[in-house]
Each structure stands twice: as C-alpha cells, then as structure tokens.
C-alpha cells in the first residue's frame, strides 16, 4: 500500500488476518468448484448463479477484468477460467497469499495485488469488465467508484452484487425490537454455529449508496433484487424456501427496491467526473 491504511482501513486488515490464517490450510486442502460455470442446472434463485449465468455470455476471452476485493480468489479464478486476462486485489495480505496459493495449485493465471479499493495502483482506461461482489459496502463509495471509472474502459462491463437494505427497511432493522431481541436469537439460525463472517465497519448499501454507483453506469443491462426474507429471517441453505422468497420479490415488482436484501446490477459506464 502507498500511503498509510486509515483506521477503518486497519480494522479491516486485523479482521481479515485472523480469518484467513485460520482458514488457510483448510481451504487449500480443499478441491475447488467450478459447479457454478459447468453445471448446466443454473439456481436462477441465487444472486451469484445469476451473476455468473449472465458472465458466460460475455465473451470473456482476452478481454481485462478486475475483481475488487478479492477475497481469496474465488471470483478471480472462475473468471480467468472464462479466459479472461484478471487482476484482483484486495485490502488484506493474508488473502492475497491464499488467493495465490489456489491460483497456482489450478494453474491459472491471475495478477493478484494487495491494495486499497480507494487508492488503486492500475493505469487509466486499462479493464474491460469490473466485477465487485459484497466489497462496496466495506469501502468509501465515492472514492472507490471514482478509481473504479479511471481504470475502466469507456464503455466498460461493471458487475455489482452487494448486500443492500433500503433506508425505511433499516429503520426496521435497527428499531430495538429488532436489533436488540430478535437479531440475536434468529443469528445462530441464519448463519450457523460460530461467529459470523461481519466485520465491524461494514455497512449495507442503501439506496443512497447505490445512487453513487449508478451514477457511472448510465447504460444499465439489468438491475435484479434478491433475498425478501433469506439471510434476514431464514437462512438460504432451503433451495425451496429460497425460491419462493426470489417469486415472491418478483411478483412484487417495483416494490423490490424497498425489501430486498441483495442487489445485482450490470451496466456500461460512462467516463465522465462523478
């Protein structure tokens, strides 16, 4: 990293250290899946199915692609898997090197950095695809969109899949009621056994936040909202439950935006001052 981390920055770095030093090993001593690009059962349901349904139709070959906090690699992979030339980063240096680690043991080609997403190391108008999956709402928005523009592409592919609440929903969510008596007996249900994988300054995207990032994206393909009542009352690992809740958020339409707690949008950006 150039300059130093800021506190948040820090906070985040600790918290990841931890998580993925424990899992290093385990992860590796793993075979990894490709079930969501070979499997031709698509779980239409699912926000990441969807998203990876509609990147198999994208002509990846050849083509930049940056993966915004990587992780430890999962999306990288699947998309240098699509032949597409990748460059992930992510802020924490323990999952680079496990990002690096599954790369090489899948022989596959990937350019993995450690960085912020605020302050990126890339040159301008260097990616034709940007994909950020549940990052954006660890990160400054509107520094992070605005390094995301200058890397890209005019006309560049970007792919959002983050976790969302609308403002009059998260007053819901935050009421006493909620927060402080229902959250705490329904989060062992919803994430199992263990403390979940929620860093301390992570926040959902409201509608605000997403209003900062579709600025970019004048040209929108699709805007698709997922999870009424999985992952906040129900866990997702009932495929039935799960499609019935994805029914239920389509037949109510505009109404989405209001109870969703995911959100998926792909759109071309605009290279202009946001």
């Known amino acids: ?26 992860r590796l001593a793993q075979p990894f899946s490709y079930d969501v690009l070979d499997n031709p059962k698509r779980n239409w349901w699912n926000a990441y199915w969807q998203m990876f349904s509609y990147l198999k139709t994208c002509a990846l070959e050849g083509k ?78 509107a520094h992070t969109v605005a390094e995301l523009v200058r890397v890209s592409k005019p006309g560049a592919l970007w792919v959002i899949n983050e976790i969302y609440s609308h403002s009059v929903t998260d007053v819901v969510r935050r009421s006493r009621l909620v927060d402080g008596f229902l959250y705490p007996l329904l989060q062992k249900f919803i994430y199992g056994p263990g403390k979940p994988y929620i860093t301390e300054d992570e926040r959902k995207l409201s509608e605000r936040d997403i209003a900062k990032i579709t600025r970019a994206m004048p040209k929108r393909e699709f805007t698709k909202h997922f999870n009424f009542l999985v992952t906040r009352l129900i866990p997702d690992r009932w495929p039935l439950v799960a499609q019935i809740d994805r029914v239920l958020l389509i037949c109510l339409a505009s109404l989405g935006r209001f109870l969703a707690g995911r959100i998926v949008i792909v759109g071309r950006i605009a290279k202009r001052k946001i």
């Open 1 to 26: 990293m150039s300059e130093d981390p800021t506190e948040r920055q820090r906070r985040e770095i600790a918290y990841q250290q931890a998580h993925f030093r424990q899992k290093h090993a385990a």
């Open 64 to 141: 930049t692609a940056l993966v915004v906090g990587c992780g430890e690699g999962d999306d990288a992979l699947r998309l240098a898997r699509l032949g597409a030339e990748v460059y992930a980063f992510d802020l924490s240096p323990e999952a680079i090197l496990l990002a690096r680690a599954l790369a090489e043991r899948e022989n596959l080609s990937v350019h993995f950095n450690e960085m912020p997403a605020e302050r990126l190391n890339y040159t301008d108008s260097f990616f034709d695809l940007v994909l950020a999956r549940d990052i954006l709402h660890h990160v400054d928005i």
